[in-house]
C-alpha cells in the first residue's frame, strides 16, 4: 500500500526512484528540482519546470500522466532499483521539442531530512555571548529492518550533539517545529540523552492494560546536561509530543512555540485484508485498514490526544488560529489521563522560567517581526468572520493588489531596517565524519519519490525565523543566568538532585 511504503521511506530516508521532486500544476506534474547524484540529475536531459506527459515500465505502453493523482504517478515513477522507466516530457523551454527520457532506478538518499545542526551567536550585554548549538530533527527515522550502523535517530543525535559539545556550546535548541513523529522507539530512546534513566511515556491498549516505556542503554553514553528549549509548533505531533513532554515533565527544558502541538496521542496499525481471503482468492488485493490500538500518556498522567504540549513559553502564530490540529478533526478521541508514574524530576526549569518568559514577552511585543505576525493573526480572524467572497472582478483585483503591497512594504522595511543576523556555522553529519557536507533538494513538492511539503516559492528570502532568534535569545537570557559559565556543561545527578514525582 502506498501509506506503508511512504512509512518505510521517511524510516529509512532512502527510496528506489530516480531523483526528481515533483510538484502539480494545472494537471501536470512540474519538476520542481532535481537530487544532486540521482539517476535525472546524472542524465542530465530532465530540467526544473518539466512537465511529465507520459509514464512507461520499461519497453512498455505509455500511460497518459495529464490529469493523474501525484500520489499514483510517484509509485509508477518509482520501482526495484535497476529498472528502468520511460518518462515523455514537455521541456520548459517553450521552443524545445517534447522529449523521451529512459532511467534506470536507483537507490536515492533523503538525506535533507536527516537530523542537522548550527551553532549561532548571540550577544549579550556588556560584550558577551552565547553560543548557542540548534539541533533541527524533521522527523524520527529508523531502518527498522536494518543493522549496525543503519539510519537511526538517536545516533544521528549523538553524534551532533557531542560535536557541539566539542565546539563550547552554552545552551542548546531541539527544533522540532516540522516533526510530524515517526519511529516510537527512536523518541523513547532521544529522551534518554536529556535526562538519563527514566520513564518516557505510558501507552495504554484496547483492554485497558497500560505498559510504560522507559529510556533505554545507549550505544554511547554522549549526553546533554546544560540549558535546553524545545521549539513546537501545531505541526509537531505524535513522537515528537511525546519527547516535548517528558522533557516537560521532567523539567528538563523549556518549551516554545505555538499555542499547543498537534494532539495526535494514539496509534495506528495497517491491517491487510487479504490475508483474511479465502486461499483461491489470496490473488485479489482489497486494501488495507488503519486501526487506532493504543493512545499515549505523559508520565504526569495526562493524554497528549487532542491537548497537546502546551508550552511554557508562548508565540504568537497564525496556525493558533486555524483549524489544523487533531481537536479539529471529527470524531477525534478526546482528552483523558491514567495514574501517573514516578519519576525523578530534574527541575532545572522553575527557577529560572519566570525571568525567561518576562524576557521573552518584553522582545515579542516590541519586535517588528512578531507585529507582522500578529497583524497576519488579525487579518486571518477578519477573514474567517467574513463567510463571503467577492464576485466583483476589480474587487478582487484591489484585494491581491492589496497582498503584494504588503509583502512589498515588509520587504522595504526589513531592508531600511538591516534586522541583525546571528553569526552561524551549519553542522551536517557528513561534514562530522569528514565528508564534504552533501547538496541536497528541497522537500517542496513530492519526491519521486518522497513526501509532499509545503510551497515556499512566495515567502520573503528576506524575512528572518523570528521563532528560532527568539528561541536563540531565551537559551542566552538562561545562560546569563548561570552562577558561572562552566556550569552550563555540567552532568545533572539524578540521585541528588532531583524530586521523586508524584
Known sequence: ?????????????????IGAVLRSEDGYAKIVSLVPGGPAAKDGRLKPNDKIEAVAQGDGPFQEAVGMKLDRLVQLIRGDKGTTVRL????????AQPLVVSLVRDEIKLTDQEARAKLITVPQPGGRSARVGVITLPSFYADLKGAGDAKSTTRDVQKLVAKLETDGIDGLILDLRHNGGGSLSEAVALTRVFINEGPVVQVKDTR????????????????????????????????SEILAAALQDYGR??????KSTFGKGTVQSVVELDQYL???????????????????????GGSTQNRGVVPDIRMPAVADYMDVTETSIKNALPYDEVEPVRYARLDTVTPVLPQLMKGSQDRVAASPEFAYIREDVERHRKQQADKAV??????????????EDRIKKRKAERAARKPPKFPETEITLASIEGAPAPAVASSTGTKAGASSGED????????????LDEAARIVADWVALLPKRGQAASRPKLESDASLVP
Open 253 to 258: 527544558a523549556v518549551i516554545a512555540g505555538d
Open 208 to 239: 485497558g492494560f497500560t505498559r510504560v516505556l522507559r529510556t533505554p542503554a545507549l550505544e554511547s553514553d554522549v549526553s546533554y546536561a546544560g540549558p535546553m528549549l524545545v521549539l513546537t509548533s501545531h505541526a509537531s505531533a505524535s513522537a
Open 88 to 95: 515523455k516530457v514537455v521541456p520548459a523551454d517553450a521552443t
Open 390 to 403: 467577492s464576485l466583483n472582478e476589480a474587487k478582487r483585483r484591489s484585494e491581491k493588489k492589496a497582498d
Open 1 to 17: 500500500a502506498p501509506s506503508a511504503e511512504n512509512f518505510n521511506i521517511s524510516m529509512k530516508l532512502s527510496l528506489v526512484g
Open 278 to 300: 479465502p486461499a483461491a482468492m489470496q490473488a485479489y488485493k482489497p486494501g488495507s485498514l488503519k486501526l487506532t490500538i493504543q493512545k499515549f500518556y505523559r508520565v504526569s
Open 456 to 467: 515556499d516559492e512566495n515567502k520573503d528570502p528576506s524575512a528572518p525565523d523570528a521563532y
